[in-house]
Each structure stands twice: as structure tokens, then as C-alpha cells.
């Protein structure tokens, strides 16, 4: 009836099935017009929203969660590095640097957990970023010791510029932790010398940009499992930064892939992207 005095309706309506399972829709109705304008009838439909909404309601739990990592677990931390600075005016002991390095390790893999329950979600308002400048800032915030970044960049990509900072961060951490020329050791774990003479260089793709570096690189046995959840070949890695970069890359709709460099290091190139100066 609304829709045949000209109104436009769209609410949401639970429907069941014959056996009883609840399909949650949303009702969209608009007025039929003929050629002269005149309403006629109304054209009605059922969209299924069922699979979206159990999305909204998974994402909601993982907001949930993320706050009781960030609150449950920063308040008791904040509180423990508040007292080993205490206890470290009061003495000189190498036990609580093994303390301080472990609470620095809790606070990364926190970060790395938030990271993962909120950067799910894909890009919907990319902006202008350019990525020499992004690079610029990222050297300046990972703890990169005495290693080196090539920036051979001169574009301008359509990004969250957040999320893509993140992603830029975590393979320049990942080269940095991983890439030392002093190779792995007979286990096949890096020697983490602080990113000593390691070069990192970050540049274009045709349709993208790659990061690479002049370390002892990645078996190609073990490529494809790099941006699992967890791996990691440092003693000091979280094993989340490479599937945070997964993430968000897939959340622009970009693809990633690991490869060798042409210093026979690794090399993670990000493709796909759109250029906003094309």
C-alpha cells in the first residue's frame, strides 16, 4: 500500500522455511510506474542478509575482544613494567632485562592481536598516499640497528594510508629481524644481529612495490607458509607480522607474494594496486 502511493520501503524482515530456519532479509518495495508515470503496481523483493549479518555479529565479537586484550591485559602489564623500573633503580641484575624484553614481547604480540581482530575489514575510502614519504616514516619507526633502506619510489597509490603504513612497517621489521647477512643458523633460524649490514629496499612494480632485502632468504620449501599465523624463524619473532600483511593487503584487494631477491635475499611483492597518478 506504500509503495502504491509512491513511497520507496526498505526494512528488515525475518522469513522461515518449511522446516522452520529463520532466514534473516531485508524487504525492499517500490512503486511500478507506467510510461505516462503513473503508479501501476509495486515491485517488491527479499535480499538475503543472513551470511552478512553473522559477519556484522563475528566482527562485533572480535571488537569485544580486541578491548578485553587492550584493557584486561595492558592495565596488569603497565603495572609490571611500572614495578621492574623500580626494581631496576634499586639494582643491577641481568635477570630483569630477561623480564623487560618479555614484557616488550607481550606488548608487541598485543598490538599484533589487535591488529588482526580490527584490520580485517576492506578499504572503502582509499586516499592519495605517497609512498616514499610513507617509507620515510616507517625506517623511522622500526628498530632497524645498523641496517640500510633504498627507497627507489616515485609514485602515488589509493591506500588507507594507516593500514598501508602497517604493512610497510611489518616487512621492513621482517627484513630487518630476518634479512642479517650473518645468515641462519644449522636449525634454520635467523641470527638476529640487530639488522647489522642488512640493505632493505623498497620499490615499484608495474602494478605494485615490492620490499627486499640482501639476507640469506627464505627456503622456497617454506614460502608459502610465511603468512601463516604464528611462523616465524627468530627467536624474538611473534609470527604475526607477515599475516598482518596478508591481511591488509587482501583487504585492499591487492595479492602479495614471497619470492627471491636479486641479492638473493627475500623479496615480498605487493601487486594489484592502484596508482592514483594512472
Not at 634499586?90 to 580490527?118: F, K, M, P, V, Y
Not at 630487518?176 to 640493505?199: I, L, N, P, W
Amino acid at each position: 500500500e506504500r509503495s502504491l502511493e509512491g513511497e520507496f520501503t526498505r526494512e528488515d524482515r525475518d522469513l522461515s522455511t518449511v522446516d522452520g530456519e529463520r532466514v534473516e532479509t531485508v524487504l525492499r518495495a517500490v512503486p511500478y510506474r507506467d510510461r505516462s508515470g503513473a503508479v501501476v503496481g509495486t515491485l517488491a523483493m527479499y535480499i538475503d542478509i543472513t551470511e552478512r549479518e553473522e559477519l556484522k555479529r563475528a566482527n562485533e565479537r572480535l571488537d569485544e575482544f580486541a578491548s578485553i586484550i587492550s584493557h584486561d591485559l595492558r592495565n596488569p602489564l603497565n603495572i609490571a613494567r611500572g614495578r621492574l623500573e623500580l626494581a631496576q633503580d634499586d639494582c643491577d641484575s641481568e635477570h630483569l632485562d630477561h623480564i623487560e624484553r618479555a614484557h616488550e614481547r607481550i606488548q608487541t604480540l598485543i598490538g599484533n592481536l589487535l591488529t588482526l581482530a580490527r584490520e580485517g575489514q576492506s578499504v572503502t575510502e582509499p586516499e592519495d598516499v605517497a609512498l616514499e614519504s610513507l617509507v620515510e616514516s616507517c625506517w623511522a619507526n622500526v628498530e632497524t640497528g645498523e641496517a640500510t633502506v633504498v627507497a627507489d619510489l616515485d609514485r602515488t597509490v589509493r591506500a588507507d594510508e594507516s593500514r598501508l603504513k602497517q604493512v610497510l612497517e611489518n616487512l621492513i621489521g621482517n627484513s630487518v629481524e630476518h634479512g642479517s647477512t650473518g645468515g641462519r643458523t644449522q636449525s634454520g633460524d635467523a641470527v638476529d644481529r640487530g639488522g647489522a649490514d642488512v640493505t632493505v629496499t623498497v620499490g615499484e612494480l608495474a602494478d605494485g612495490f615490492y620490499v627486499a632485502d640482501d639476507g640469506p632468504g627464505i627456503p622456497e620449501d617454506e614460502r608459502d607458509e610465511v603468512f601463516e599465523a604464528g611462523y616465524s624463524t627468530a627467536e624474538r619473532g611473534t609470527g604475526f607480522g607477515l599475516n598482518i600483511v596478508e591481511q591488509v593487503v587482501e583487504a585492499h584487494g591487492w595479492d602479495v607474494r614471497l619470492t627471491e631477491g636479486s641479492e638473493g635475499g627475500a623479496r615480498v611483492e605487493v601487486t594489484g594496486v592502484e596508482f592514483a597518478d594512472d
